[in-house]
């Protein structure tokens, strides 16, 4: 049965955030006119639920930790045809989400962008050689056009549910890439800006923990 929706017009932008308070504002700010920002929100022990609600954005709370289980949560609880997906640390620009937009809407079934830096030494080394190595195994294996694993991406809301349920924590991006192989789905990528994060501190690939944590599901995705 097909879900009425509320806004098919429109984009939502998902926005999953773990202690963004600082870098938000700016994020919000640059989201496109009619876009809705979605901030979801688990675990954070700042005040990155207030600032969104302050700044217009609607919250949810996702009780399962992770980042996928935060993008799922946003992505269900969305009532548009198109979903958006970014991080709230500022690295990527949402002005670059229209340009995603028109790829879906020009018969793409899921398009991501490509991160190129804005500047040096804003991508650790470590960070970026696994992503080369990732994204070429997603080349070869799945026969995917990509090089980079997809931080940032656009899809219809009802494609991304039929995937059904996916990794809840890092491992969620390879997971919906080699996903949308197996069904077939036609992927473009496309270059996007990536400057550093704006505020906050990293979650992911500027520490070791976080690096070694987003490495161990990376490799139970790609087995
Ligand atoms: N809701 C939620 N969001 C998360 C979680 N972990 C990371 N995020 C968000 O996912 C996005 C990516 O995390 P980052 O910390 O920027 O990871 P990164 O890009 O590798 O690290 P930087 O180099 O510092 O940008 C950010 O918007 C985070 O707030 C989580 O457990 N829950
Ligand atoms: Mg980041």
């Known amino acids: ?33 009619g876009y809705h920002a979605l901030v979801v929100d688990n675990g954070s022990t700042d005040a990155t639920a207030a600032v969104a609600l302050a700044r217009g954005a609607r919250v949810v709370s996702e009780k399962r930790p992770g980042y996928g289980a935060a993008v799922q949560a946003g992505i269900a609880a969305a009532s548009t045809e198109l ?21 879906v809407r020009a018969g793409a079934d899921l398009a991501v962008g490509r991160r190129v830096p804005s500047q040096s030494g804003i991508w650790p080394w470590h960070a970026r050689l696994g992503n080369r190595l990732i994204a070429r195994r997603l080349r070869r294996k799945y026969g995917l056009p990509v090089h980079d694993i997809a931080a940032m ?18 491992g969620y991006p390879l997971e919906l890439l080699v996903g ?13 800006t990536y400057g550093p994060r704006t505020g906050g501190v990293s979650k992911v ?17 790609l087995r």
């Open 153 to 170: 991406r656009v899809s219809r809301r009802a494609a991304m549910l039929s995937l059904g349920p996916l990794h809840n924590r890092f």
């Open 1 to 33: 049965m097909t879900e009425a929706l509320a806004d098919p017009g429109s984009v939502t932008v998902v926005i999953p955030c773990r202690d963004e308070a600082d870098a938000l504002p700016g994020v919000l700010a640059a989201i496109p006119p």
């Open 205 to 221: 690939s500027g520490s070791w923990r976080g690096s070694l944590i987003a490495t161990r599901d990376f490799l139970t995705v």
């Open 180 to 192: 949308a192989a197996g069904a077939g789905w036609r992927v473009v990528e496309r270059d996007i």
């Open 83 to 103: 979903v958006a997906v970014l991080d709230g640390d500022g690295s990527m620009d949402p002005a670059e989400l229209p340009g995603l937009v028109e790829l």
